[in-house]
């Protein structure tokens, strides 16, 4: 299944798509490499102070990238809508 994340943050509107393993209503976890990549997304500015990572507005606790990473599936479609830090208006 293919998710659609969308993030409204300081920087604007930022779109990533990922390929996960589920039905709509699971949890899934996910891989090194997608940690990494939503990690990096939102800002990637290495002289930002804004703060902002789509993968910490994605699942809402605190990240140790040792754990496993899990992100919950929308039980209806296949987008997931999330606000950042400053959301843009």
């Known amino acids: 299944m293919r998710l659609t994340i969308n993030h409204n943050g300081f920087h604007g509107f930022t779109r ?12 899934v976890q996910l891989s090194p490499s997608q940690v990494k990549r939503l990690a990096r997304v939102a800002c990637g500015m290495n002289d930002c102070c804004c703060g902002e990572s789509l993968l910490d507005a994605c699942i809402w606790e605190h990240l140790d990238f040792e754990d496993p990473v899990y992100l919950d599936i929308p039980a209806t479609g296949t987008e997931i809508k999330v606000r950042g830090h ?3 208006r």
């Not at 990533?16 to 949890?27: A, E, M, N, T, Y």
């Open 16 to 27: 990533r798509s990922i390929v996960v393993s589920g039905k709509p209503g699971d949890r």
């Open 86 to 88: 400053y959301p843009q």
